[in-house]
Protein backbone atom coordinates (compact mmCIF):
# COMPACT_ATOMS: atom_id res chain seq x y z
CA UNK A 1 0.00 0.00 0.00
CA UNK A 2 3.00 1.90 0.61
CA UNK A 3 4.52 1.90 -2.26
CA UNK A 4 1.25 2.55 -4.24
CA UNK A 5 1.11 6.00 -2.20
CA UNK A 6 4.47 6.77 -3.04
CA UNK A 7 3.69 6.14 -6.69
CA UNK A 8 0.80 8.43 -7.12
CA UNK A 9 2.81 10.73 -4.73
CA UNK A 10 5.30 10.75 -7.84
CA UNK A 11 2.94 10.99 -10.26
CA UNK A 12 1.18 13.76 -8.90
CA UNK A 13 4.38 15.88 -8.51
CA UNK A 14 5.71 14.44 -12.29
CA UNK A 15 2.12 15.26 -13.90
CA UNK A 16 0.66 17.34 -11.94
CA UNK A 17 1.83 20.93 -13.76
CA UNK A 18 1.28 19.21 -16.94
CA UNK A 19 -2.45 18.07 -16.18
CA UNK A 20 -2.78 21.97 -14.85
CA UNK A 21 -1.58 23.82 -18.12
CA UNK A 22 -3.57 21.77 -19.92
CA UNK A 23 -7.12 22.22 -18.33
CA UNK A 24 -6.25 26.16 -17.91
CA UNK A 25 -5.71 25.97 -21.82
CA UNK A 26 -9.25 24.24 -22.39
CA UNK A 27 -11.31 26.33 -19.84
CA UNK A 28 -9.26 29.74 -19.18
CA UNK A 29 -10.01 29.58 -15.58
CA UNK A 30 -8.24 28.62 -12.51
CA UNK A 31 -11.16 27.61 -10.56
CA UNK A 32 -12.44 25.47 -13.24
CA UNK A 33 -8.90 24.25 -13.83
CA UNK A 34 -8.03 23.11 -10.14
CA UNK A 35 -11.48 21.09 -10.34
CA UNK A 36 -10.27 19.29 -13.37
CA UNK A 37 -6.89 18.66 -11.83
CA UNK A 38 -8.65 17.12 -8.45
CA UNK A 39 -11.11 15.51 -10.84
CA UNK A 40 -8.26 13.94 -12.87
CA UNK A 41 -6.28 12.71 -10.02
CA UNK A 42 -9.33 10.96 -8.38
CA UNK A 43 -9.78 9.02 -11.78
CA UNK A 44 -5.29 7.93 -11.60
CA UNK A 45 -6.50 6.74 -8.12
CA UNK A 46 -9.69 4.91 -8.91
CA UNK A 47 -7.80 3.49 -12.47
CA UNK A 48 -3.94 2.97 -11.17
CA UNK A 49 -4.19 -0.88 -11.82
CA UNK A 50 -5.25 -0.58 -15.22
CA UNK A 51 -1.96 1.59 -16.15
CA UNK A 52 0.78 -0.60 -17.89
CA UNK A 53 3.52 1.89 -18.00
CA UNK A 54 4.70 5.78 -17.42
CA UNK A 55 4.19 6.38 -20.96
CA UNK A 56 0.74 4.98 -20.87
CA UNK A 57 0.05 6.89 -17.77
CA UNK A 58 0.96 10.27 -19.54
CA UNK A 59 -1.20 9.80 -22.50
CA UNK A 60 -4.28 8.41 -19.62
CA UNK A 61 -3.73 11.80 -18.16
CA UNK A 62 -3.79 13.88 -20.96
CA UNK A 63 -6.96 12.19 -22.12
CA UNK A 64 -8.62 12.54 -19.07
CA UNK A 65 -7.78 15.99 -18.86
CA UNK A 66 -9.11 16.73 -22.58
CA UNK A 67 -12.23 15.02 -21.73
CA UNK A 68 -12.94 16.93 -18.59
CA UNK A 69 -13.01 19.76 -19.92
CA UNK A 70 -15.00 18.49 -22.14
CA UNK A 71 -17.23 17.34 -19.76
CA UNK A 72 -17.25 21.25 -17.83
CA UNK A 73 -18.50 22.45 -21.11
CA UNK A 74 -21.28 20.85 -21.34
CA UNK A 75 -22.93 20.58 -18.09
CA UNK A 76 -26.12 22.20 -17.65
CA UNK A 77 -25.26 24.63 -15.23
CA UNK A 78 -22.04 25.69 -17.58
CA UNK A 79 -24.13 26.23 -20.28
CA UNK A 80 -26.45 29.05 -18.84
CA UNK A 81 -23.79 30.71 -17.03
CA UNK A 82 -20.60 32.49 -18.18
CA UNK A 83 -17.73 33.19 -15.70
CA UNK A 84 -16.30 36.76 -15.36
CA UNK A 85 -13.04 35.54 -16.82
CA UNK A 86 -14.30 35.10 -19.71
CA UNK A 87 -15.86 38.22 -20.24
CA UNK A 88 -12.16 39.52 -18.93
CA UNK A 89 -9.32 39.64 -20.74
CA UNK A 90 -7.46 36.77 -21.78
CA UNK A 91 -5.36 35.19 -18.93
CA UNK A 92 -1.81 34.85 -18.63
CA UNK A 93 -0.96 31.26 -18.20
CA UNK A 94 2.92 31.91 -16.95
CA UNK A 95 4.24 30.64 -14.05
CA UNK A 96 4.72 33.46 -11.44
CA UNK A 97 8.50 33.75 -11.89
CA UNK A 98 7.76 34.26 -15.87
CA UNK A 99 10.88 37.05 -16.89
CA UNK A 100 10.62 37.21 -20.43
CA UNK A 101 7.84 39.71 -21.92
CA UNK A 102 8.09 38.23 -25.10
CA UNK A 103 7.17 34.81 -23.95
CA UNK A 104 4.32 36.11 -22.11
CA UNK A 105 2.88 37.68 -25.55
CA UNK A 106 3.20 34.51 -26.99
CA UNK A 107 0.83 32.78 -23.89
CA UNK A 108 -1.36 35.88 -24.39
CA UNK A 109 -1.44 35.37 -28.04
CA UNK A 110 -2.10 31.38 -27.16
CA UNK A 111 -4.72 32.22 -24.74
CA UNK A 112 -6.46 34.41 -27.47
CA UNK A 113 -6.98 31.55 -29.53
CA UNK A 114 -10.64 29.75 -29.97
CA UNK A 115 -10.95 26.77 -27.54
CA UNK A 116 -9.93 24.03 -30.59
CA UNK A 117 -7.22 25.62 -31.45
CA UNK A 118 -5.85 26.14 -28.70
CA UNK A 119 -5.61 22.67 -27.34
CA UNK A 120 -4.12 21.76 -30.15
CA UNK A 121 -1.48 24.10 -29.69
CA UNK A 122 -0.56 23.60 -26.35
CA UNK A 123 -0.16 19.98 -26.79
CA UNK A 124 2.00 20.21 -29.78
CA UNK A 125 4.06 22.62 -28.76
CA UNK A 126 3.89 22.25 -24.58
CA UNK A 127 3.54 18.51 -24.65
CA UNK A 128 5.65 17.46 -27.72
CA UNK A 129 2.88 15.43 -29.16
CA UNK A 130 2.85 14.09 -33.15
CA UNK A 131 0.01 15.40 -35.02
CA UNK A 132 -1.10 11.49 -34.75
CA UNK A 133 -1.20 11.09 -31.27
CA UNK A 134 -3.23 14.47 -30.90
CA UNK A 135 -6.30 13.01 -33.24
CA UNK A 136 -6.46 10.28 -31.46
CA UNK A 137 -6.78 11.83 -27.93
CA UNK A 138 -8.83 14.80 -29.43
CA UNK A 139 -10.90 11.63 -31.35
CA UNK A 140 -9.92 13.91 -34.57
CA UNK A 141 -8.39 12.93 -37.61
CA UNK A 142 -4.69 13.81 -38.17
CA UNK A 143 -5.77 15.93 -41.12
CA UNK A 144 -8.07 17.86 -39.15
CA UNK A 145 -4.99 18.71 -36.71
CA UNK A 146 -2.45 19.70 -38.94
CA UNK A 147 -5.25 21.81 -40.37
CA UNK A 148 -6.21 23.44 -36.79
CA UNK A 149 -2.76 23.92 -35.98
CA UNK A 150 -1.53 25.56 -39.21
CA UNK A 151 -4.52 28.06 -38.38
CA UNK A 152 -3.85 28.46 -34.85
CA UNK A 153 -0.01 29.34 -36.35
CA UNK A 154 -1.28 32.14 -39.14
CA UNK A 155 -3.76 33.24 -36.92
CA UNK A 156 -0.90 33.91 -33.87
CA UNK A 157 1.41 35.29 -36.96
CA UNK A 158 -1.25 38.30 -37.39
CA UNK A 159 -1.69 38.41 -33.42
CA UNK A 160 2.05 38.80 -33.10
CA UNK A 161 3.26 40.73 -36.12
CA UNK A 162 3.44 43.98 -34.08
CA UNK A 163 5.57 42.36 -31.22
CA UNK A 164 8.22 40.73 -33.31
CA UNK A 165 9.20 42.86 -36.04
CA UNK A 166 10.10 39.40 -38.40
CA UNK A 167 7.28 37.36 -37.55
Known sequence: MQDQNEYLTYLVNTYGDMVYRLAMARV?????????????FLKLVCNIEKLESEEHVKAWLITVTVNEGKSLFSTAWRRHTASLEENAEAQDLSAPSQ????????????????EKYRVVIHLFYYHDLSTEEIAKILGRSNHT???????????????????????
Open 145 to 167: VRSQLSRAREKMRKDLKGVFEDV
Open 99 to 114: EIEETNDILKAVNCLP
Open 28 to 40: RNPHDAQDIVQQV
